[in-house]
DNA sequence: CTGAAAGCGCTAACAA
DNA sequence: TTGTTAGCGCTTTCAG
């Protein structure tokens, strides 16, 4: 336990009794060397607990094997009940593809210091577009994760927004729900408007009527979206269902609807977005959308690979989601009891 | 936009008509470098995208900055609506101190490669415990988040479980409530010893009893405390009020109470332990403990920026807590309402 | 204020 | 199967 100073290749070779190259080879698990020097070699690598310079051997190897994580440090949309999902993606395939993470949680503001990586990872680019711009332009091999970048030559895994809305829609109307309204969330981001966008064309190709008033403009959080459900729910022609952009504003129609003496889900249907904690332990437990996280991270983290490794083409994907029925939702042709 | 093969610090000198040497000192803010040259220089740099290689640098320069934060893939105590928290204290003090963070998710079994790491970041040592113990072996600075190693001469910085839990026990007792049981975490985790001792030191202080039944031994999760909160609140001599070691397992308490008939706070006031999301949402709000996740995170990496400076001797800390009043407890002589 | 030259610790031909 | 010998791209004395 003694403060020791630092360990180079050369005394492992001399106390093994070998080169430095056969150290090196030892070290790569190059298979044509001797077992006994293998052995002598790892013994004194114990014995003198020597850790190879990565920054040496990597200068050497002309490789670099390193990976930026970009976190923006005030997530909005990105919700941090979903940060250890994505952390969970992105490293097993980190661990699987033998790339290193370097994190980075930014306020999007400063400039991205991305020294020692070859490639970034955005997971989440709302307010990092700068950073993005800045990355491209550099011509740095980048993914972004949850943002599907339409016009931008920029690789992105998202989740597929429009076909959940569109399935949830579908859900509704099979059980017999023709007034469904939405409260959708911030429509500056591509999410946003996603999800408003399937929402749209589900019923429409339902014949659904989209009354003006069945579209409220939230912004994903519960405060928004509790003044919007008040109003939509207080009028006449109030909707049977309504479809949140997340689980927090669901969880504030519920408590609208509760306080204008509706009953979720008799009198009232409704669907989040998310399938976070909260839709589970909300008073009525929630319908919502359980989206991929997990998978959209470690696929990210392959095309940038694949990026890495030469391939050119940016690559585009969305990723399923699932429908998780609760008890939120109703069918309409049942008594209400 | 073309695939350009890497620019290397001599084509910058060149562009620049200067040497290398001077282009190393533009880019290492070397104050004695005349105004022109290092105008000339930043601007080959911009136009020509030059990007320092990283792993050069640090060879040529000897340092290495870098810090692996190491993340159990399965957080179990250590709650995923924690780790946006901790990530933000991090990541913020990387940047401040200008370490890199090796992100690291890890099972717990797979040996830890942190060849690039200069030290290590334990987020939570829960199965670990070899980790740690090879990386003290190699003597690579290290520092442990989040649990308080007793014996191990390691530096670590946790959150003041024992303190906490006085003080809750010490609120109840000022509203009157003189029976107060306690449903504890893992007791195999120095986190739900720690709650536990400090319940049981905060209600001798106060020559409270402390009978058989009030010590309900669960493990943070909701499953755990429901039975035993059953069958603690059937019984005759039940407690006026409840402390549970996290939220999940205060929620199971008030669900518990719920089907057994008693109100809560009217009949029974529970605590919980966390800040949660879940103790905001839940049916009643839960007054709870709130923790320092950031705080403990950031100044982990201080230490740990101290022990790569050559501080030798381990550092141990704690950080203080937050009762969060919500509506889950009450005072005992008020009639029920 | 600037440049020439000598490494940083390791890997990878190339010979042996 | 092994060792010799050049570098990898940058920083840093040291002399100008």
């Known amino acids: 336990m003694t403060a020791s100073r630092t360990v180079r290749i050369a005394e492992v070779a001399r106390a093994a009794g ?76 980190a661990e699987r593809l033998h790339l290193d993470l370097l994190l980075h949680v930014t306020d999007g503001r400063s400039l991205l210091n991305v020294g020692a990586a070859a490639g970034i990872l955005f997971a989440d680019i709302d307010g990092n577009e700068e950073q993005l711009d800045w990355a491209l332009q550099q011509g740095i091999p980048c993914v972004v994760m949850y943002q599907f970048l339409e016009e931008l030559p920029v690789s992105c895994v998202a989740v597929d927004n429009r076909g959940a809305v569109e399935d949830v829609v579908g859900y509704l109307a099979k059980l017999g729900h023709r007034e469904i309204a939405t409260i959708t969330g911030h429509l500056r981001t591509s999410i946003g408007i996603e999800r408003l966008d399937g929402y749209v064309r589900a019923m429409q190709a339902r014949q659904l009527e989209v009354k003006p008033h069945y579209v409220q403009h939230g912004d ?24 949140a952009a997340s689980d927090d504003m669901a969880v504030a129609v519920i408590e609208a609807a509760s306080e204008l003496g509706l009953r979720v889900p008799e009198d009232l249907s409704v669907v989040g977005f998310d399938d976070s904690p909260i839709a589970s332990f909300s008073k009525v437990p929630l319908t919502t959308v359980w989206q991929p996280m997990s998978d959209v991270a470690g696929r990210s983290l392959e095309i940038l690979h694949r990026l890495l490794s030469g391939a050119k083409r940016p690559v585009k994907q969305r990723l399923g989601t699932r429908l998780v029925e609760r008890q939120s939702c109703r069918q309409t042709w049942l008594d209400p009891s």
Request: no cysteine.
């Open 18 to 93: 070998v080169s430095t190259t056969t150290v090196s080879r030892v070290l790569n698990n190059v298979p044509t060397v001797d077992e006994g020097s293998r052995r002598r070699v790892l013994a004194a690598i114990t014995r003198l607990h020597y850790r190879p310079n990565t920054n040496a051997q990597r200068l050497a190897a002309g490789r670099n094997n390193t990976i930026a994580l970009v976190i923006p440090r005030f997530a909005d949309m990105f919700r941090s009940f979903h940060v250890m999902e994505m952390l969970k993606g992105v490293g097993t395939a």
């Open 220 to 243: 994903y959080t519960r405060a928004s979206a509790r003044p919007l459900a008040k109003e939509l729910l207080a009028r006449d022609d109030r909707p049977t269902a309504v479809v």
